[in-house]
C-alpha cells in the first residue's frame, strides 16, 4: 500500500516520504480500515510514540497520522461492534502505524460509525480535535452551565471545538490567539476575544475553567486568574503552573466511540462545525503538511479521492 512514513525526528515534517508498505494484519479486537481521510497533527514529530512502540523499542520507519475516516473491509479474531462495509471514524493508537496510508489496523474501540452523510473528509477532522475539547472541558474540567471559559488558541483545531462545546454547554466562552484571529473565535461562537500579543491578560478578570493549548508563559498567567473552585486544563505537556484553589490537570486525548457519537451528532445538526484549512491528496500529503504559509485550522489529507 502506500503510506507516508519517517525515520528521522530530527527532520520533522521535511523528512517525512511517500513510499510503499506491507498492508497491516489485524490483531486480535483489531479492524481493517480502508482509509479515506486522513488528519495529522503537526507536534506528532515531537512525540515519543512517533519513535518507538510501548516499550520503548525504535518502530521506525513509522507511519504518522492518528486521525482516520473511511470503511471496514476485516476484521481480527474476536472483533465485535463493527461490521465488513461499515463507515467509520477515530483515533488510532498512537504507538502504532498511523493513518497517513491506505490501510490501518486499529482496535473497533477507538472506532465510531460515521453517518453516510458526514463526509470522509469532515470525519477525519473532528477526532482529535473533538475529543480533546470534550474531554478536556466535560470530564477533568467538570465545566458546568454559567461558567466562564478561558479558551486558548480559540482559531486553532482544539480551541474551535473547545468554544462551540463549551458555549453550548451554556459557558461565557473568552477566546484568546492572535490578533489575525479575532474574527474566527468571533465566529465560532467566542463571547469576547484576548489578542495576547496585544492585550493584557489580566485585564480578563475571573474564570472557571482556563483550557490550555499555548503552555509556558500564557499557562502561568492564565492559572493566576482561576477562580476559587476552578480549574486548569493542558494539552501541551506537564503542567507548569497551579491555581491558588482549584485543580490543575494535563492529559492526551483517548478514544471513546461514546463521545465520538456525541460530537458527530452536533456536526449532523449543524451544532458543531469543523475547523478545516487544506485538503491534499496523499500524493501531495509531504508538501501539503510542509506549509510555506500559517495555516489556519486542519490540513487532512484526503487518502481516496
Ligand atoms: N494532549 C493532547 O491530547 C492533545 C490533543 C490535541 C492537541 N494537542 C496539542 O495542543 C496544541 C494545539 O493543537 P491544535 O491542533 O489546536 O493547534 P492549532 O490548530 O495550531 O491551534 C493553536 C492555536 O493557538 C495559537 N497560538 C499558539 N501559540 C500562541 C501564542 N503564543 N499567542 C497567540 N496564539 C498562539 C496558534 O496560532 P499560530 O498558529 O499562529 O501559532 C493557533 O491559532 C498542540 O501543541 C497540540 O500538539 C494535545
Not at 479492524?31 to 479515506?36: A, D, E, L, M, N
Not at 482559531?155 to 473568552?174: D, F, P, S
Not at 460530537?263 to 510542509?290: F, P, Q
Amino acid at each position: 500500500m502506500k503510506a507516508i512514513v519517517v525515520t528521522d525526528q530530527a527532520a520533522g515534517t521535511a523528512g517525512m516520504t511517500l513510499t510503499d508498505r506491507p498492508e497491516p494484519l489485524a490483531a486480535i479486537n483489531d479492524v481493517i480500515v480502508q482509509i479515506h481521510a486522513s488528519g495529522f497533527v503537526p507536534t506528532e514529530m515531537e512525540w515519543p510514540s512517533t519513535w518507538t512502540d510501548r516499550a520503548g523499542r525504535d518502530r521506525t520507519p513509522s507511519i504518522p497520522g492518528h486521525e482516520l475516516a473511511g470503511v471496514v473491509t476485516a476484521l481480527g479474531y474476536g472483533t465485535t461492534g463493527l461490521s465488513v462495509g461499515q463507515r467509520v471514524f477515530g483515533l488510532a493508537d498512537w504507538h502504532r502505524d498511523g493513518t497517513l496510508a491506505e490501510y490501518v489496523a486499529i482496535e473497533a474501540r477507538n472506532l465510531a460509525p460515521l453517518p453516510g452523510d458526514v463526509d470522509f473528509t469532515v470525519g477525519a477532522s473532528l477526532p482529535i480535535s473533538g475529543l480533546t475539547a470534550w474531554q478536556g472541558l466535560f470530564q477533568h474540567g467538570r465545566l458546568q452551565a454559567g461558567q466562564t471559559v478561558l479558551a486558548h488558541g480559540a482559531a486553532g483545531a482544539v480551541g474551535t471545538m473547545v468554544t462551540q462545546l463549551a458555549r453550548e454547554a451554556g459557558a461565557y466562552v473568552i477566546g484568546t490567539g492572535r490578533a489575525a484571529d479575532r474574527e474566527k473565535a468571533i465566529d465560532f461562537g467566542a463571547h469576547e476575544f484576548v489578542d495576547l500579543e496585544n492585550d493584557a491578560l489580566k485585564d480578563v478578570g475571573g474564570v472557571d475553567l482556563v483550557f490550555d493549548v499555548i503552555g509556558g508563559d500564557i499557562q502561568k498567567r492564565s492559572a493566576a486568574l482561576i477562580r476559587a473552585g476552578g480549574t486548569l486544563v493542558s494539552v501541551v505537556g506537564a503542567i507548569e503552573a497551579r491555581p491558588d484553589d482549584g485543580l490543575a490537570v494535563d492529559f492526551v486525548v483517548e478514544a471513546d466511540r461514546g463521545e465520538l457519537n456525541e460530537i458527530v451528532r452536533r456536526v449532523r445538526d449543524g451544532r458543531l462545525r469543523t475547523n478545516i484549512d487544506h485538503v491534499a491528496s496523499l500524493d501531495d500529503a509531504v508538501d501539503a503538511l510542509n506549509p510555506t504559509a500559517r495555516r489556519r485550522g486542519k490540513t487532512v489529507i484526503r487518502v481516496r479521492p
